[in-house]
């Protein structure tokens, strides 16, 4: 396309935006009746009409040289602040656009809603800066945009903080104040563990509304695609110290899910205190969440540690209309990191709270060896019992949060620590027993140190699904204001446990429940 062409374009894309403007003005004073503004409802009836028709993949063959970039090439080429969108309407949040290539050849279209009139945004050379790389043809008008993101006055007045990315099939993050970037949510997830080659849903268009200038909220619509599924997603986004998003989906399924993944959630685990690697690295602790916790529709609250397995492990919580579930990062200790770049201890945890009635089904939680801490290795979503069908409208809807203060979660005392060690003393010359285990639980907060001068009132109720518990103790730990615990169990070779622990005195319970799995070769 040559440049004429493409300045004319621009110029018909503007025109045609000023002259809906001064046709509604017109319309307003003849009492002429003027068209619906574009609404959620748009992109529901976007999506039914679209599920009702064989699914057909977006071109991904990209022009050259954006064909063949490699991951420092493309990082090279960056969005210029100074160009930033929905700076016109004196609101509160600036967009910003991802270009195509490398991991990201499928374009999306990204549209920005004015008076209830979306306009695409037409790709131009003038928004990026690319650095080194050497583009010498004209790229065209209608290329598109691998995704965007906003930002907002998170952190500093003064100051545009990222607030959320969409990125990648159906892949977005989002934070609050002082966070940094770890965990990834998405739209949808299908077949991660049922059996069939994974299937990722992407967004294929996006619709952004112009924010008015005293807006507390960014809107952005969503349409989502894939071979066996249609869908339209709404987001509101309420950025804070911990910021929420209320988020609404309609699915119309192509062909029968059975396996689907609701509020999926992505995370990465490499090693903590509860799962050492034999590595030579200075840092003791590498990851983006190191547990999953979840509330049941009864109001239980679970703490499961997560682990970097060495086989592929997969754990379900069963439950009807659960309250909520997420991968938290409970430890925000610096030291138990010692990195001064990936900041893990200033990881967001995502937090899932339905909306509504769930019903019957299972958080599922995937944990996918992984060598290195760069692997995203970690997902947990809820699975609903009965399968969706094709020709079903399927709405759901949650809220999301990105959690920071994760003794606000709920008021009882928390599994703070997870260790486990063979049940004798260190350096002993005895031979270590593989069917023998003893898991150490630190539970902190809550009402726990009001019993430190009768701790004898405390009790640890511990079971096991399969073995033999052979021994436990408990004691109070002032130096995290709490109670540690211990469970020694014994398995044989080729049997696996789920054991749970939790602190009550009297009738009441005192903690969540902790519960983690272990295996005997």
Known sequence: MTNLS??????SLLAATALSASSRAFAQQNGVPQPTPFRYEDVVRRARELSTAPFEAPPSQLPEPLNRLSFDEYRDIRFRPDRALLASGSGPFRMQLFHLGFLYPRPVTVNIIRDGVPTPVPYQRELFDYGRNKIERPLPVNLGFAGFRLHYPLNDPKVMDELIAFLGASY??????????????????????????????????FWVEMPKPNDDRAVIFALLDSPSVAGAYRFDVYPSKETNIDVTATLFPRQTLNNVGLAPLTSMYFEGENDRKPT???RMELHDSDGLLMQSGAGEWIWRPIRNPAKKAISSFSDNNPRGFGLMQRDRVFEHYQDLEAHYHLRPGYWVEPVGQWGEGWVELVEIPTGDETHDNIVAYWQPNRPYEPGQEVVISYRLRAAAAIGAMHPGGKAVNTFQTPPRASGSNAPSDPRHRRFIVDFAGGDLSYYFSAPEQVQLVPSTSTGQITNTFLMPNPHIDGFRAAIDIRLEPGQSTDLRAFLRAGNRALTETWTYPWFVE
């Open 6 to 11: 493409r300045r004319t374009l621009l110029q």
């Open 172 to 205: 977005f993050r989002f934070l609050g104040a002082g966070q940094k970037y770890g965990i990834s949510a998405r739209g949808l997830a299908i077949n991660v563990e049922g059996g069939e080659a994974e299937e990722f849903p992407h967004f294929r268009e």
């Open 280 to 282: 030579d690295d200075f």
